[in-house]
Nanobody, 117 residues
Framework: QVQLVESGGGLVQPGGSLRLSCAVS????????MAWYRQAPGKERELVASISWSVGNRYYADSVKGRFTISRDSARLTMYLQMSSLKPEDTHVYYCYLRTATSSTYWGQGTQVTVSS
């Protein structure tokens, strides 16, 4: 069974930085792409950034361009989200997402990021 385990969330002051990690475990044949989503209470989950696993093509939401960087370590089956210049509006639960080459999808349990002074 495939599991995604996020880590790295927490409380940070505005302007600060955090790095989220998403480790993939279990039996998986081929990853097509992975992504980070985020969700605030009462709002829909939104795509923050995505990365194609083999080529490394990246996509960023306009709200995080220039501040967030998505990356992956293929050998460790881990994806990262480096978040800098954090703003209070970045406060969300952040979720890791994976889609396989056969279009199966998986979600992590979420990690809370709070940006507040």
């Amino acid at each position: 069974q495939v599991q995604l385990v996020e880590s790295g969330g927490g409380l940070v002051q505005p302007g600060g930085s955090l790095r989220l990690s998403c480790a993939v475990s279990g039996s998986i044949f081929s990853i097509n792409n992975m992504a980070w989503y985020r969700q605030a209470p009462g709002k829909e989950r939104e795509l923050v950034a995505s990365i194609s696993w083999s080529v490394g093509n990246r996509y960023y939401a306009d709200s995080v361009k220039g501040r967030f960087t998505i990356s992956r370590d293929s050998a460790r089956l881990t994806m990262y989200l480096q978040m800098s210049s954090l703003k209070p509006e970045d406060t969300h639960v952040y979720y890791c997402y994976l889609r396989t080459a056969t279009s199966s999808t998986y979600w992590g349990q979420g990690t809370q990021v709070t940006v507040s002074s």
